[in-house]
């Protein structure tokens, strides 16, 4: 497996190329920027645009079989679960924004702290598709996590058809790890559920 260190070529913690804006010992979703993208906090004003440019989108949710901006109603009560959830240190949700505009969101859940794992999940409209922002976000989110927040492996899952996704993993420096058969049911359709990790040795 690549580690982190071989990934980035020895830049140790400095997470050259990524700004943090905010001091260094906070914990959670503090404020990312990388050369195009601002990955902040979400706002109440996304709700609308989740729901228009995802919710309405059915290309959004092909793979992954939920939909949780469907109506404006689900956006509404998504953003406010992420509202009410960043006092949490242990909670990450960032809007991506490019020149101001909402492009997609990414986070990370399921903490397991005894192993120091945590899964990834992220989005980008499919207006700005093509562009590179889910790497360059993603490979933002995976040194955050793992030099700053110090988590030592970072998962995330794709559908094996779902070729943009597993690209931009790969771009980011995950490897597939493992490949689960007939593990996806999604609209009635099988795939095979592919498994990539981002780790670190320490």
Known sequence: MKTKAEHDAGSGASLSGVRIC???????TIELKTERLLLRRHCRKDA???????GLDAKMYEYSGWNPYATEKMAEETVQR???SYDNP???GWAIERNGALIGTVGAYDF???????????????ASW?????????TCILRYLTEHEQIH???AW???DNIGSMRAMQKSGMVQTDMERGALEIHGERYDKLIFEYAVER
């Open 22 to 28: 905010g001091d260094d010992s906070m914990n959670g």
């Open 48 to 54: 609308a645009i989740l729901f228009r440019n995802f």
């Open 82 to 84: 992420f509202l009410d």
């Open 90 to 92: 242990f909670f990450y």
């Open 112 to 126: 397991d702290e005894d192993n120091s794992r945590i899964e990834v999940g992220m989005s980008i409209e499919r």
């Open 130 to 138: 093509g562009n590179g922002f889910a790497s360059e976000a993603l």
């Open 153 to 155: 492996t970072v998962t």
């Open 158 to 160: 794709c559908a094996s």
